[in-house]
C-alpha cells in the first residue's frame, strides 16, 4: 500500500513508540498542575454539594428521619449497580 521496505516500515513505527519517551513525562507533569487547582476545586464541590444534600434531608420530614437518609444513601449504590449493568454488560 505504502511501497515501503520493512526496515523503513519498522524506523517509522519505532517514532511513536519513541514519542512517549517526551510525551508521556510532560503529560504527568502538566496532570500533576492540573490537578493541584483543578481537583482540589472539584473535590471542595462534590464535598459541598453531598453536605447540602444530606444537610436538607432532616427538613423534608423529622418523623421518617432515619428513612430518608437511608434511601439517599442507597441511591447512590442502586445508581452505579446500574450503570454497570448498563455500560458492563455484553
Known amino acids: ?3 515501503l521496505k520493512l526496515h523503513t516500515a519498522g524506523v517509522i ?15 504527568g507533569i502538566v496532570s500533576d498542575v492540573a490537578a493541584r487547582y483543578f481537583v482540589i476545586l472539584f473535590s471542595i464541590g462534590v464535598q459541598a454539594v453531598c453536605g447540602a444534600a ?3 434531608i432532616p427538613f423534608i420530614s423529622r418523623r421518617s428521619l432515619g428513612i430518608i437518609p ?6 447512590g449504590n442502586f445508581g452505579s449497580g446500574l450503570k454497570q449493568l448498563i455500560f458492563f454488560s455484553s
Open 54 to 56: 444530606f444537610g436538607v
Open 70 to 75: 437511608g434511601l439517599t444513601d442507597a441511591d
Open 13 to 27: 513505527a519505532a517514532t511513536f513508540g519513541m514519542a512517549n519517551l517526551l510525551a508521556r513525562p510532560f503529560g
Open 1 to 3: 500500500m505504502f511501497d
